[in-house]
């Protein structure tokens, strides 16, 4: 457009605007017009002529060509808004009062083009105090998920395109630490955008905790608000329709999809493809009533026919014979009874009329028991079971097909001293080591049962134990606070140089860091002889004789059991670096056996009422088994290490399967006193238990490789041949590893060997 003709339309609507504005103030003088405004007159603004355009009512903010204007006379305006200013600030003064505003005062001014009032707010400075949008959020990735940056240093990048570290975090103490020593950590949350903690403020705290009570997250939400009554009421009735659109087509019009559907469902109903629904049965009763007694129905299994009353015999006739009528000893006897002993219910009378005869008295306990005999009659005749008892005895093999196992004895000896207490036999099983009280160890050869040697020690002997090494030969002998290693006799040279090399080496293994109260000593080489031993250790002076011995399955390591000592009872002796230690610092109950797991790295610890298993490599409790006997005496582990026998002084044997259960799998009462001893055969299914009745036991015990198949457990024999002196039976069994042979000692003092 022409510069030329924009001056000329800008100066012509300029020229209509000022004869506009003499015509408004002489209507205004004279008083017959008045201005409205948009807000008191609805309709348009517009000049006489039709070229002014149309101004609305300015408030809040003003248009742009108004500013156009009011750079223009802006000199004028302010002198005559001077006076304005001062009537509104009047005004305005009040509302300032009553609510503090925090924001700009704003101006009211009157347009020089509407010739109304409007707000000037002052313009904005761009500050921080301003408008939160101007705050500076150091990380600017916007919606980026924060997990591309989890192998960066930094966490995103800031308005100048420079990169914002990760900030430092602590570990899971210093979280618990930071929590401790700031009260307002508990009430932060973790922004992601920034990699740190902020904490809430009290409106978000205030949400929290009511979407936490499934309350509105709105505190100003009132639930219980008065309804406000938008169309009912006095003068509220609905005058208007909700909406003012015209009526749809399909109001009037039928629709032909519908008919379609319909037609489709009247032809599967012609065709039998739909039935329709059962008329209701006009029957109020959900059963159908029938007499117990009479003919049943067909659906209704028959019951059986109802008890008939007895038939009246001649002593309830009202004139009975002489000899039914009771004499006066054999009414007062009659009467004497309970109702429930009497042999009848009544008491025969004569009258010589039938109208003499009273009413009946006991007509309606009779009738009451009569019906108690209805109810009370059995609807189903049950069939009775024919069971043999003998068919619910589980069928064993026979004994004779689970041969062979040890039958009678074959040999003995006797040591004079006293109760023959431990024994134990080679690893090569040709050879038993017997213990008494009197301190008298002998060596027997178990095909003869001759005695070899004869060692005397001073004190009771409280246990024997042979190594299960093969390459060497040698055993241990528990006494009062000493455990001795001895060698025996008629030993090969090259075996014999090779324990005098284990027992007592020339050169000192290194001594452990942590020193121990067992002290190791070995003789010199000049007084090496078959009488003495060749290593000695020296318990602790409040340890008692040493009750129970158990040798690790390479040799090398020796655990001891100790009942009665003050301090800890169980100690495991390494041969190789001549060390002793005890693994427990405190136990819970007096240890009575101990034993090592044949393949893996665990160790059994019988107290008196629970078997703990313990990791040795880990160093933690594994299982604890609960037998439920009363006070454990004994326990043996199978070669296969799944399995574990547990005896006690309550005549009970228990069979756990360590992969099953804590509790036993069977519990066998075969022994009519305590148990006392307990053990496994290497080689064989037999195990075989001792007790203070005199007798042993041997059971056929096969362990199946299938998980699913139990082990099958079979009663074989009873051996009797030890007497029993002092309350005291069979001490000690132990099986001979290359036979099917037992080795048992007894408190007679006697050493007995059973053969198969």
Request: no cysteine.
């Given at each position: 457009m022409p510069a030329k003709d924009l001056a000329g339309r800008k100066s012509t609507k300029r020229k209509q605007i000022d004869a506009e504005e003499i015509q408004s103030a002489e209507l205004q003088s004279n008083g017959v017009l008045e201005m409205l405004s948009d807000e008191e007159e609805d309709g348009d603004a517009s000049s006489d002529d039709g070229h002014v355009d149309e101004f609305p009512e300015i408030v809040n903010e003003s248009s742009s060509e108004d500013s156009d204007y009011d750079e223009d006379d802006e000199d004028e305006d302010e002198e005559d808004t001077e006076d304005t200013e001062d009537e509104n600030a009047n005004e305005s003064g009040a509302d300032s009062d009553d609510s503090l505003h925090v924001f700009p005062k704003a101006k009211t001014i009157i347009s020089r083009i509407t010739k109304q009032p409007k707000t000037v707010y002052p313009e904005i400075e761009p500050n921080y105090d301003s408008d939160s949008s101007t705050e500076d959020t150091p990380n600017r990735?916007?919606?980026?998920?924060?997990?591309?940056?989890?192998?960066?240093?930094?966490?995103?990048?800031?308005?100048?395109?420079?990169?914002?570290?990760?900030?430092?975090?602590?570990?899971?103490l210093d979280k618990f630490l930071a929590t401790v020593d700031d009260s307002s950590a508990w009430t932060s949350a973790f922004d992601k955008n920034t990699q740190s903690d902020k904490p809430l403020t009290a409106e978000e705290l205030d949400i929290i905790r009511r979407l936490y009570?499934?309350?509105?997250?709105?505190?100003?939400?009132?639930?219980?608000?008065?309804?406000t009554e938008w169309f009912t009421g006095k003068g509220k009735e609905e005058i208007m329709p909700l909406s003012g659109a015209l009526q749809p087509k399909r109001r009037w019009v039928p629709s032909k999809w519908e008919k379609q559907k319909v037609m489709k469902i009247v032809r599967a109903i012609r065709q039998g493809r739909i039935l329709p629904s059962k008329p209701k049965t006009?029957?109020?009763?959900?059963?159908?009533?029938?007499?117990?007694?009479?003919?049943?129905?067909?659906?209704?299994?028959?019951?059986?026919?109802?008890?008939?009353?007895?038939?009246?015999?001649?002593?309830?006739?009202?004139n009975p014979p002489e000899e039914y009528l009771p004499t006066e000893e054999e009414r007062k006897a009659w009467e004497a009874l309970d109702p429930e002993d009497r042999e009848r219910n009544y008491l025969p009378q004569k009258y010589s009329t039938l109208r003499l005869v009273p009413a009946y008295d006991r007509f309606i306990k009779e009738r009451f028991f009569r019906q108690l005999d209805l109810y009370?009659?059995?609807?189903?005749?049950?069939?009775?079971?024919?069971?043999?008892?003998?068919?619910l005895?589980?069928?064993?093999?026979?004994?004779?097909?689970?041969?062979?196992?040890?039958?009678?004895?074959?040999l003995q000896f006797s040591h004079s001293n006293g109760r023959a207490r431990c024994i134990s036999v080679s690893p090569d099983g040709e050879w038993v080591i017997s213990g008494d009280e009197g301190g008298v160890v002998s060596l027997w050869e178990i095909m003869v049962g001759r005695e070899v040697k004869r060692w005397q020690f001073e004190g009771k002997i409280g246990a024997l134990a042979w190594c299960p090494r093969s390459d060497v030969s040698y055993f241990a002998v528990g006494l009062e606070d000493k455990i001795h290693l001895v060698t025996p006799p008629n030993v090969d040279p090259a075996v014999l140089s090779l324990t005098q090399t284990v027992l007592a080496p020339t050169t000192l293994p290194t001594a452990p860091a942590t020193p121990s109260t067992v002290k190791w000593t070995t003789p010199a080489s000049a007084t090496w002889s078959i009488d003495t031993p060749l290593l000695t250790m020296d318990l602790p002076a409040s340890s008692s004789v040493p009750s129970h011995f158990c040798w690790h399955r390479k040799g090398d390591y020796l655990a001891s059991v100790s009942t009665g000592g003050a301090q800890?009872?169980?100690?495991?002796?390494?041969?190789?670096?001549?060390?002793?230690?005890?693994p427990f610092?405190?136990?819970?109950?007096?240890?009575?056996?101990?034993?090592?797991h044949p393949l893996k790295p665990h160790f059994f610890v019988a107290t008196q009422q629970y078997v703990r298993i313990y990791n040795l490599s880990e160093q933690q409790l594994v299982k604890t088994l609960i037998p439920g006997i009363k006070w454990i005496s004994s326990m043996d582990v199978h070669p296969s290490g799944d399995h574990l026998i547990v005896g006690g002084y309550d005549r009970k044997l228990c069979w756990f399967d360590l992969e099953l259960s804590e509790k036993p799998y069977k519990v066998l009462r075969y022994h009519s006193r305590a148990i006392r001893s307990l053990q496994f055969h290497p080689a064989y299914p037999l195990f075989a238990s001792s007790s203070d009745d005199g007798s042993i036991q041997i059971f056929h015990s096969r362990v199946y490789n299938d998980l699913m198949t139990d082990p099958l457990?079979?009663?074989?024999?009873?051996?009797?041949g030890h007497q029993i002196t002092d309350g005291l039976g069979v001490l000690q069994v132990k099986w001979c590893s290359k036979h099917p042979w037992l080795v048992s000692s007894g408190a007679d003092g006697s050493v007995a060997v059973w053969c198969s």
């Open positions: 990735v916007g919606d980026v998920p924060m997990h591309w940056y989890d192998d960066l240093p930094h966490i995103g990048y800031d308005i100048n395109g420079k990169q914002v570290l990760r900030p430092a975090r602590g570990d899971e009570t499934n309350e509105n997250p709105d505190a100003g939400y009132d639930p219980y608000e008065p309804t006009t029957s109020t009763s959900k059963f159908d009533a029938y007499a117990i007694w009479s003919e049943p129905s067909s659906s209704v299994v028959p019951p059986l026919p109802a008890p008939k009353p007895a038939l009246p015999t001649n002593a309830e006739s009202y009370l009659a059995p609807r189903v005749q049950r069939v009775k079971l024919n069971i043999d008892p003998n068919s005895i589980p069928k064993l093999p026979s004994p004779s097909s689970l041969k062979p196992f040890p039958t009678y004895k074959s800890s009872n169980v100690w495991i002796h390494q041969i190789s670096r001549r060390h002793s230690q005890s610092k405190k136990i819970k109950g007096a240890v009575q056996s101990v034993l090592f457990i079979v009663p074989l024999k009873i051996l009797r």
